[in-house]
Each structure stands twice: as structure tokens, then as C-alpha cells.
């Protein structure tokens, strides 16, 4: 009973992420179209709304291709692996009051160990590819995600060390009165930039430029194995969403909108995050290299640890550290 009431839970969780990864998909591409005057995808179904299905039709039914010289069962493994560890970020995530698969004391500690391991994804499907724009493609990937974990990781260490714990529904709960954006406004900002790098998104998506990489880690893979990079990444920019508004858009917690059930009121947080993502990569042209390690290391890294070290000595100095 036990194992089926937690099979229930899981695709509860399961089901409705990958609905919202296929939804993100049609909306990307309706908003990039407003943006530069031009129509997004209109003729399969209303408005083009079934576009996402027709796409995933379109990839289950491509057949794989594996390169001759390739690692076979690496090549393989990749794909699944990064759609898998995306996947298994939302268990700890709280919907609302009561409402998470998994309620874990170290819940920041678990979604960073997860996200982690997304580097070895990307460098096995580059290694394994046996192909110099693939491997220079997952090298630069590795580089640029550890590079602004650290940075990420000291946003959220910020926050843990403010309200005592690495727990997520704690931490919205601490947010009742005032969401944490409003102290912590410059350490929001850098959390948001780094987001974009940790998820290779433009106008940091140098692991996957065209220009000179082809598609970069993923350009010998073909339909479903391409397809569970492609959920993987969307899903990964769906929980750094909803990440982001747990930790300084107070969750679940919307004074005027007290009407609404907790999870879709998290979801208007969540659409922020969306809408961040899309119109940074409208907008925006894409850095170079050397600019983006420039940015992580010597811009970013410097400022958080200033803004922990500032944060944690007021704490000691009025009332101790509450961890």
C-alpha cells in the first residue's frame, strides 16, 4: 500500500512536469516570435498549441543513429542519465503546506548533489560521441557549471544561514511576513545570472554554439535520445524557477491572491522564472568564453562571498549565527 500511494505521489510529480516542459516549449517559441515581430508555430492545432506533440511524435519515431566509433553504451546511458537526474531534483520541492514527495532537512544540500552529477551527463555524451565538437562541447559545459555552482551555492548558503535551515518548506515559512528578495535584492540578481549559466542557457549557452561547435554535446544524437536532453534541460530550467521563488519570492505565500490553492500561486513565481529565461535569450547576444569565466569568477564569486561574509557577521554580532 505504502509503495503504491508513493508510486501515486511520483507521477503526481511526474506527469504535470513533463506537461509543463512541452507547454514551455510552445510558449518559448510564441513569446521569441512576439518579441521579433514574426509568428511562432500556429497551424498544428489551436494557435499551434499541439505543436509540442506533433515535435514529440516527430523525435519517437526518427530512428537512433549511433556513431560507429562510439562508447555504445555511454552513448546511451547520457541521455537517460540527465533526463533521469532532472527528474529526481522535484522530489524534495514543497507545493505547498504539507504538499512535497519528500521532505528532507537538507533539501538545498540534495538539489545541489543532484545538479552535480548533470556535469558527468554531459561529459560521458561528449566523450562518448567521439567527436571534437561534441567533447569540446561537454568540457566547456563542465567548466562553466562548477564554475557558477560555487557562485549559486553561496546565494543559497546566504539564505540557509539567515533562517536556520536547509530545509525548503522552512524557508518559505520564514517568508510569511517578508520574502527574502527584499534583504537579500543583490544576492537575487546573482542567483538569476548564475541560473543561467548553471543551465547553459543563453546568452551563456557557449556549450552548444552553433557557430562554432555545430550543437556541441549533443550534435551526434538523434530522436529520443536527443529528446531526453532537450525534457532534461527544460526541466532543469523549470526547477531553477520554482527554486528561485522558494528562496527569495516567498513560495507559496501571494497576500492577494489568498483565494488560489498553494501550488498554483508557486506556479506564478515559477512563470517568472519561465519568462526570465525566454526573454534573456530574445535579447541578448552571447558572450564570449573567456567573458563568461571572466564574469563567474572574478565578478560574481568575489561579490557573494563579500555579501556572506557581511550577512554572517551582523548575524553574530546581534544574535549569533541561528545555525
Request: with cysteine; net charge neutral; proline share 5%.
Amino acid at each position: 500500500m505504502l509503495l503504491l500511494l508513493l508510486l501515486l505521489k511520483t507521477l503526481i510529480i511526474i506527469v504535470p512536469l513533463l506537461i509543463s516542459v512541452a507547454f514551455f516549449t510552445i510558449a518559448e517559441r510564441k513569446i521569441m516570435g512576439a518579441i521579433q515581430m514574426r509568428r511562432g508555430p500556429n497551424i498544428i492545432g489551436y494557435i499551434g498549441l499541439l505543436q509540442p506533440l506533433a515535435d514529440g511524435a516527430k523525435l519517437f519515431t526518427k530512428e537512433t543513429i549511433i556513431p560507429n566509433d562510439s562508447n555504445e553504451q555511454l552513448f546511451m546511458t547520457a541521455p537517460f542519465m540527465a533526463l533521469f537526474l532532472s527528474i529526481i531534483s522535484w522530489s524534495v520541492i514543497p507545493f505547498g503546506e504539507g504538499l512535497f514527495l519528500c521532505d528532507l532537512n537538507l533539501g538545498i544540500i540534495y538539489i545541489f548533489a543532484i545538479s552535480a552529477l548533470n556535469v558527468y551527463t554531459l561529459l560521458f555524451a561528449g566523450w562518448s560521441s567521439n567527436s571534437k565538437y561534441s567533447y569540446l562541447g561537454s568540457i566547456r559545459s563542465a567548466a562553466q557549471m562548477i564554475s557558477y555552482e560555487i557562485s549559486i551555492g553561496f546565494t543559497c548558503l546566504i539564505v540557509a544561514v539567515s533562517t536556520g535551515t536547509y530545509n525548503l518548506s522552512k524557508i518559505v515559512l520564514f517568508q510569511k511576513i517578508i520574502w527574502l528578495i527584499i534583504p537579500f535584492l543583490p544576492i537575487f540578481l546573482i542567483f538569476y545570472i548564475a541560473i543561467l549559466a548553471e543551465t547553459n542557457r543563453h546568452p551563456f549557452d557557449l556549450p552548444e554554439a552553433e557557430s562554432e561547435l555545430v550543437s556541441g554535446y549533443n550534435v551526434e544524437y538523434s530522436s529520443m535520445a536527443f529528446a531526453q536532453f532537450f525534457l532534461g534541460e527544460y526541466a532543469n530550467m523549470l526547477l531553477m524557477s520554482i527554486f528561485g521563488g522558494i528562496l527569495f519570492l516567498g513560495g507559496w505565500f501571494i497576500g492577494f491572491l489568498f483565494f488560489l490553492p498553494e501550488p498554483i500561486k508557486l506556479s506564478f513565481k515559477m512563470s517568472f522564472g519561465v519568462l526570465y529565461f525566454i526573454v534573456n535569450r530574445a535579447i541578448f547576444p552571447r558572450f564570449r568564453y573567456d567573458q563568461l569565466m571572466s564574469l563567474g569568477w572574478k565578478c560574481l564569486l568575489p561579490l557573494v562571498i563579500g555579501y556572506f561574509l557581511l550577512t554572517s557577521n551582523i548575524l553574530i554580532s546581534f544574535n549569533g549565527l541561528p545555525i
